[in-house]
């Protein structure tokens, strides 16, 4: 503290919680962002770990492709994307864009930039490897490079991503990918068999 302020590393969480944003009784604004700073930097050194469980769950996702189009991809949205955004928000700290690039970024979540920038880090990242904006937070782009040196994939971190698209915010990627998958693979087939 200096002259009675918080610190610069203390302003961001306490100035939110200040705004009247909600804050649960007993967790401090720092305490609570620390928390999901480091849940997310043990998804960061569990990457390849990570990479490996998606791919086997992308895999039996496909495979209940028969009975998600046999229910309605809408009619089960809204339940995947409850479990999603609970699962993927306590590991990632995930922000629900509906377009997941979790695989290629190193399973750092790029919306968890203050400038939500899907193609690496802002010239503002300081000497630590800090956020420019909030002072305690871990850049999301230098964790996402550490954890994409994990992967078997983490070259896909060089691939340019697409901006985001609004209106899928608040959907399930999940089932977004398993559709594009299922799709690709029977127009696959087709071109097999014509």
Known sequence: MVDGKPGPGNAAP???????????????????????????LWSVRHSRFLEWFYGRFADAFLWLHPLWNRIGYGRVERPV????????GLLFDCRMCGQCVLSSTGMSCPMNCPKQLRNGPC?????????????????VWVQAWAGSRNMVNG???????????????????????TAEAAAARENAKKGENA
Not at 81 to 88: A, D, G, I, L
Not at 155 to 177: F, M
């Open 123 to 139: 010239g503002g990242v300081r000497a630590n490897g800090h956020c420019e904006v909030e002072p305690d937070m871990p850049c």
């Open 155 to 177: 070259d896909a971190i060089l691939k340019v991503q697409k901006p985001v698209n609004q209106s899928l915010r608040e959907t399930s990627s999940w089932l977004r990918v």
């Open 14 to 40: 306490a100035r939110k919680a200040a705004t009247g944003a909600y804050t649960p009784a007993a967790v401090s604004p720092n305490r609570r962002a620390r928390r999901s700073y480091t849940i997310r």
């Open 81 to 88: 994307t409850f479990v999603e955004r609970n699962v993927k």
